[in-house]
């Protein structure tokens, strides 16, 4: 199948590692040019040698609003346009909420709700103008069923389905499709972080690969995807319960 990828310009967050890397390889894979970000610029820079199309790498916080504002202001000056772009952050610490701080609150917002607020401001009006997009925002399947002990990103992220349903009934008209992206129990370093092994929880009986998340990622990047916007998808191996 041919996905309608070849040189489209796609902005990845946190491409470093990860799911945001796999997602970065498996658009260039498929011939689209990539803008990338994350905060470590040595992983950054090894992820950007491993592409093989055109890309753009920089160094980025992406809790920064002007930060955020320069590199898609680059990303748009180098490519002439921006096609895709697909948020992306680590998650918040793992606590119940009798241990959580007012601090640990405005942290979680800033680095899962106003990122991904940063980067939609900025990049959706362009893709408006060209009456085509694709905006991707990875949460987690926490925003379908809430994890015990992990009620920052429960509820963060939970605002980003929010944001992500709304932006899509109003881009919808000018053919720019958004949508939720929601991992479960992928082999990550925040997993390793969170040291769980859910194994016995996943119908499948084991958890997922960055790939084939990103598998997902491509297909709603390209334009194939062209009937599906304002969704939220699990790539969770069935671990989700509701219907």
Not at 44 to 67: G, Y
Not at 90 to 105: E, L, R, Y
Not at 206 to 217: D, H, K, M, S
Request: glycine share 8%; aromatic share 6%; charged share 20%.
């Amino acid at each position: 199948m041919d996905l309608g990828l070849k040189d489209r310009v796609a902005i990845v967050a946190a491409a470093s590692k990860g799911l945001g890397k796999a997602i970065a390889l498996g658009l260039a894979t498929e011939g689209a040019k990539l803008a990338i970000c994350a905060r470590g610029e040595e992983a950054l820079q090894q992820t950007a040698a491993e592409i093989k199309t055109e890309v753009l790498a920089r160094p980025l916080d992406v809790t920064d609003e002007k930060s955020v504002c320069a590199f898609i202001a680059e990303t748009r000056d180098k490519f002439g346009r921006i096609d895709i772009c697909v948020t992306n952050a680590g998650g918040p610490p793992a606590k119940q909420f009798a241990d959580t701080s007012v601090d640990d609150w405005r942290k979680a917002v800033d680095l899962n709700f106003l990122s991904t607020l940063y980067f939609a401001r900025e990049a959706l009006p362009l893709m408006k103008e060209r009456r085509w997009g694709r905006f991707l925002a990875i949460t987690s399947v926490a925003t379908l069923q809430p994890v015990d002990g992990l009620i920052l990103s429960n509820s963060v992220r939970s605002a980003v389905r929010g944001l992500v349903k709304s932006l899509s009934n109003e881009y919808a008209p000018y053919n720019v499709l958004v949508n939720n992206l929601c991992p479960g129990y992928t082999a990550t370093e925040r997993l390793q972080n969170l040291n769980l092994h859910p194994e016995a929880q996943i119908p499948l009986g084991r958890v997922g690969t960055p790939e084939e998340f990103a598998n997902l990622a491509v297909f709603l990047a390209s334009e194939r995807s062209s009937y599906i916007t304002g969704v939220s998808i699990p790539v969770d191996g069935g671990w989700t319960k509701g219907i």
